[in-house]
């Protein structure tokens, strides 16, 4: 498909958040299938291989067939999740030819919305000393000020005793470290590292393996 960039369209109209939570893996698995062809994919799936061939043909008619799909509700959730990115590629392939711009697909696990990727994001106090209900209400004010200087949200804030947590949506047009670098350094009492990923929501025990030093630093990294 031959595609040409038009100079009247902004930078992030040439972008796409999914919007909805699929594991970073399906999307992984639906590409390498895209770009391996049928003949070298013998281990997909029959339903997998006809969601690839819908969305490889980029229609609108075969966009309404995978949708069609979609709410009929037969799918296990795996292959739900995978006819979502078999969708999203179907409606890019679309949307490349209908406007003559090529859109490029950005996802995480976490989803998104609009321009924005959601990031998930822990914080804790400085020697590990336990964050008062205090501190974290002027946490979230604090970075939900940030936050909206830079075009994103801070959509939730959680307190968990030892740490807390923050849901934002993150502008593309962002880097999510000048969000938190600034926002904590109005925080004197937060430390300066942090845990952040769009891929999932850990739970309290992971958050207390990062706290001792047990991860590794790609193992938190933002995923697109």
Known sequence: M???????VKPEDNLRIVEEKIHPEIFSEFFNILEKGEEESQGASKDKMGLIKLAKEGSVGSYRAIEKILKEGKLTDELRDF???????CRFKVENELLDIETDMISGGLGGAGNRLRVYVALAGKDNKDITQEQFLFIKDTFRKVA??????????AHHGFYISLLLLL???????????RGIGH????????????VEIPDDSRIRYWLDSNLDDDEFSIKT
Do not use: P
């Not at 006819?83 to 590629?89: I, K, N, S, T």
């Not at 909206?148 to 804030?157: F, G, K, N, Q």
């Not at 925080?187 to 769009?198: E, G, H, I, V």
């Open 2 to 8: 031959d595609m040409k960039k038009s100079t009247s």
């Open 171 to 181: 502008s593309v047009d962002c880097a999510l470290a000048d969000i938190l670098d």
């Open 83 to 89: 006819a979502l990115v078999a969708l999203h590629y």
């Open 148 to 157: 909206e200087e830079r075009d994103s949200v801070l959509e939730e804030a």
């Open 187 to 198: 925080c004197d009492f937060l430390q300066s590292d942090y845990y952040a990923t769009n």
